[in-house]
């Protein structure tokens, strides 16, 4: 009874843990992207000027992630030559700093449940990006469900009250960069059995992405930062802003780390309609019905997509069991019969 006790003690707390790194995880993610809307949206707090914030979101995750690792030797920085990273890295980080930028621009002309909408595109370019670069064998039911969430989303996009057409742009070119990165993660890195926390992550793609901003920065919105006299730096929205952005990151980690991938996805679903009904009650966004009907069809799509990769990571890890279990009666048997052999030769011998 007390072993049994024991037992379900530990499954209920490792439970909670898990449910506790995803509401971490929700609310971070949920408070960064709220933030970032307020930050850039005209009617807000009214400083539209995406590469800015992002430059000073990487400036802010390098310096900490350098102290986190250099002065408290919080984790191990990974040993990378030069060579590797301006050939695995450098890109990542150019990818990574286009992405960042185009999606924080979307907040300026789309209202955040829309741009949630969008988001669930993510699959299908993930998936697109993976076939073109071999890296994902190409299925035909699996092309089936990524056409029918681009369908949903579609029309979702239809229904949309403040459709923009520049916004869409802008978020469509976030993901289409976003998922390259992701794949390009798998062929530069991953392949060479490098990976990266999110805290090693940001020491060495921060600093890349810092530098790659500058120079659409030093074009785009340098000029108008410096004729707009009446911009104070304001230390306490752009100091904590940062912050929750670095504690997102080390918020994937946890969740990563201490549960799944997959379950990331679920959490994300999660987080996704949150948003939306928090873009409509709080923001007062519009979503209509046709929004709802479409993305509800998309998030069908997703969902049976995550539950196929499931299965198929299910199946991964039972055929890598047989295998293990083949090959250990296999040992076995070699000792068995090396027993026997040793057992004639003796006999033999007498």
Not at 36 to 41: A, S
């Amino acid at each position: 009874m007390g072993k049994g006790g024991s037992l379900s003690d530990g499954v209920l707390k490792k439970i909670f843990l898990s449910y506790t790194y995803v509401a971490i995880w929700i609310f971070l993610s949920f408070t960064v992207i709220v933030y970032n809307k307020y930050i850039l949206d005209k009617k807000m707090y009214n400083w539209p000027f995406p590469i800015s914030l992002t430059m000073i979101h990487m400036s802010f995750c390098a310096t900490l992630a350098f102290v986190l690792i250099k002065v408290f030797k919080v984790v191990e920085p990974v040993t990378m030559s030069r060579d590797l990273y301006l050939s695995s890295v450098v890109p990542i980080g150019a990818l990574y700093s286009l992405s960042l930028w185009l999606s924080n621009s979307a907040y300026i002309y789309l209202s955040v449940s829309f741009i949630q909408m969008l988001k669930a595109l993510m699959p299908v370019a993930v998936y697109s990006i993976g076939v073109l670069f071999k890296k994902d064998g190409f299925k035909s039911d699996t092309m089936i469900n990524m056409l029918s969430i681009s369908f949903g989303v579609a029309i979702a996009a239809y229904g949309e009250a403040r459709f923009d057409s520049w916004g869409v742009m802008l978020q469509l070119g976030a993901v289409a960069f976003e998922a390259t990165r992701l794949v390009m993660i798998q062929i530069l890195l991953t392949s060479k059995g490098i990976t990266l926390n999110p805290i090693t992550s940001l020491y060495y793609v921060a600093p890349c992405c810092f530098v790659f901003l500058l120079f659409p920065w030093f074009f785009v919105e340098m000029p108008i930062l410096r004729e707009s006299s009446s911009f104070h730096f304001d230390f306490v929205i752009f100091g904590t802003n940062s912050l929750c952005a670095f504690a997102l990151n080390l918020a994937v980690f946890l969740l990563v780390g201490k549960t799944s991938a997959l379950t990331m996805n679920v959490a994300g679903v999660v987080k996704d309609w949150l948003l939306i009904a928090f873009s409509w009650s709080v923001i007062k966004d519009t979503v209509t019905p046709i929004n709802l009907f479409g993305y509800g069809l998309a998030f069908l799509g997703v969902g049976y997509y995550n539950h196929s990769k499931l299965q198929a990571l299910k199946a991964k890890e039972a055929q890598k069991k047989i295998g293990q279990g083949d090959e250990e009666t296999g040992k076995l048997l070699e000792e068995r019969e090396g027993e026997v052999g040793m057992g004639k030769r003796s006999d033999s011998q007498n």
